[in-house]
């Protein structure tokens, strides 16, 4: 079992707060109870009142759910961003790295650093994307690494969202609510803003334009529709960008260029934003059967007239496998240490790991290498020994599909739940942004919290609730 959780607000319980949460801490202190479940109830009804909702895979008769915020933000000193920051980057820089390598020269895979097998037999990894670098080089334009904390200055990076990743629109509407309600508590503290965030987005997509993009790009953001869990922000976002919200049959592809269809005639799209995963963007390419892609979008991609971004076959780097790697994959494209630590990682496909994993299951976090969502996954703590059992069956049947880390003892925030503030576990996702001219962050991210007591789970089907994340410029 970990030790006791760092509180990010009042360190392993000294009397006085952390320089950071000090002024939160008096704001706390000082505020009447009803004050702040006020203020919470209010929060649920801005947020229920603009629809900012999500939809859970397989729950065929659940209603569109809030994701509950919490309105006592998360704190980080510039100090503690900037550790951040330059490990983000430095990470992001060696996953498109690896991207570029592992479908073009495969220098990493011959010299062993990570076992071809992995990648090349990995159904993220996408043939079509073979020879084939996207504009500028760039594959991850916009990444979501999920950062857990264990101390003061210990960060670890639990997840690198390299394909689709969600959350933005929620780093944005958690700050914009926070200004509404809580004026008084953004008049104690200079807090970096986020709100540049679709600005530097749509900068970043326009520095990616493909070879044969002659005037300003026209950008798309393509969503497989009303129906899919993160609909909002895909509508969220093309509002903010300014650009048309698409669906697949609002597209199609002549002599190798894709258009848009509008009431003034076909319009040339020289980006898209996706948000449909690799499998359904090309039925000529990818599932025949696809109805939300478009036909030929491989084609127009391949020939110099289309970027698409995130790129196709950014999967096979958030495989979990893959990033049990990353130490290895940063300093063979960097020659540099890591910044942000893994968590530490027991492959189950390797026999020694394997026998480990087994006899320490009570104690252990087993995940799907191909998870996500908090799905498929066991948190040996917290297991009934029946469910233990069922896992290490699954275990040993299929040992390559799973991946294995210690429960760490995650650190906590204040947070305001029905019986007043208690510490909570969190994690932070921010978003990495690079283009052409480089890699940028907004200064923040999305906060995710585990609401339940002592729940280590995250994950907004899971149940978790979302915080704003302040980084202090004072």
């Given at each position: 079992m970990p030790g006791p959780a760092f509180d990010e607000m009042t360190g392993l319980g000294?009397?006085?707060?952390?320089?950071?949460?000090?002024?939160?801490?008096?704001?706390?202190?000082?505020?009447?109870?009803?004050?702040?479940?006020?203020?919470?109830?209010?929060?649920?009804?801005?947020?229920?009142?603009?629809?900012i909702t999500f939809a859970v895979y397989g729950d065929a008769?659940?209603?569109?759910?809030?994701?509950?915020?919490?309105?006592?933000?998360?704190?980080?000193?510039?100090?503690?961003?900037?550790?951040?920051?330059?490990?983000?980057?430095?990470?992001?820089?060696?996953?498109?790295?690896?991207?570029?390598?592992?479908?073009?020269?495969?220098?990493?895979?011959?010299?062993?650093?990570?076992?071809?097998e992995l990648v090349l037999r990995n159904p993220q990894y996408e043939l079509a994307a073979v020879g084939r670098p996207p504009p500028h080089g760039v594959y991850t334009h916009i990444?979501?690494?999920?950062?857990?904390?264990?101390?003061?200055?210990?960060f670890h990076v639990l997840e690198d969202n390299a394909r689709t990743p969600s959350g933005v629109s929620y780093m944005l509407e958690n700050r914009e609510v926070m200004h509404r309600l809580l004026p008084e508590l953004f008049d104690r503290h200079r807090v970096a803003p986020v709100d540049d965030y679709p600005e530097t987005l749509l900068a970043t997509l326009r520095s990616v334009a493909p070879p044969n993009c002659r005037a300003d790009p026209t950008i798309v953001v393509l969503t497989p529709g009303f129906h899919n869990s993160a609909f909002y922000e895909h509508s969220f976002l093309a509002d903010k960008l300014g650009v048309e919200l698409v669906e697949g049959s609002d597209l199609f592809v002549r002599e190798d260029v894709l258009y848009m269809r509008t009431t003034e005639g076909p319009k040339r799209v020289d980006?898209?934003?996706r948000r449909v995963d690799d499998a359904f963007l090309d039925p000529l390419v990818f599932r025949p059967d696809s109805m939300l892609g478009v036909p030929g979008m491989m084609s127009a991609y391949a020939?110099?007239?289309?970027?698409?971004?995130?790129?196709?076959?950014?999967?096979?780097?958030?495989?979990?496998?893959?990033?049990?790697?990353?130490?290895?994959i940063v300093r063979f494209y960097t020659g540099e240490e890591?910044?942000?630590?893994?968590?530490?990682?027991?492959?189950?496909?390797?026999?020694?790991?394997?026998?480990?994993?087994?006899?320490?299951?009570?104690?252990?976090?087993?995940?799907?290498v191909d998870g996500s969502g908090g799905y498929g996954m066991l948190v040996g703590p917290h297991a009934t020994k029946a469910q233990i059992e069922s896992f290490a069956a699954k275990l040993r049947a299929n040992p390559d599909?799973?991946?294995?880390?210690?429960?760490?003892?995650?650190?906590?925030?204040?947070?305001?739940?029905?019986?007043?503030?208690?510490?909570?576990?969190?994690?932070?996702?921010?978003?990495?942004?690079?283009?052409?001219?480089?890699?940028?962050?907004?200064?923040?991210?999305?906060?995710?919290?585990?609401?339940?007591?002592?729940?280590?789970?995250?994950?907004?089907?899971?149940?978790?609730?979302?915080?704003?994340?302040?980084?202090?410029?004072?």
């Open positions: 000294d009397a006085l707060p952390r320089d950071a949460y000090a002024r939160i801490k008096t704001w706390l202190d000082a505020a009447p109870p009803d004050y702040l479940q006020t203020r919470r109830q209010q929060a649920e009804l801005f947020f229920r009142r603009i629809g008769q659940a209603d569109e759910r809030l994701i509950p915020f919490d309105i006592i933000p998360r704190v980080l000193s510039r100090k503690e961003w900037s550790k951040l920051e330059r490990g983000l980057i430095q990470r992001v820089g060696a996953l498109n790295a690896f991207l570029a390598d592992v479908y073009g020269a495969q220098e990493i895979l011959k010299a062993g650093i990570v076992p071809a990444a979501g690494i999920d950062i857990v904390r264990t101390g003061p200055d210990s980006v898209v934003y020939c110099g007239n289309l970027t698409i971004a995130n790129a196709v076959g950014t999967g096979v780097s958030d495989d979990k496998a893959i990033y049990s790697y990353m130490p290895e890591p910044l942000l630590d893994n968590v530490p990682t027991w492959r189950c496909r390797e026999p020694d790991a394997l026998a480990h994993v087994l006899d320490h299951l009570p104690e252990l976090v087993v995940k799907e599909k799973f991946i294995a880390q210690p429960t760490l003892a995650l650190s906590t925030c204040p947070t305001l739940v029905d019986a007043g503030v208690a510490p909570r576990h969190v994690d932070l996702r921010p978003f990495v942004l690079t283009g052409a001219n480089g890699t940028k962050i907004v200064p923040g991210g999305l906060t995710r919290v585990a609401l339940a007591e002592g729940s280590l789970v995250v994950n907004s089907s899971q149940g978790g609730g979302t915080k704003d994340t302040w980084v202090l410029d004072d």
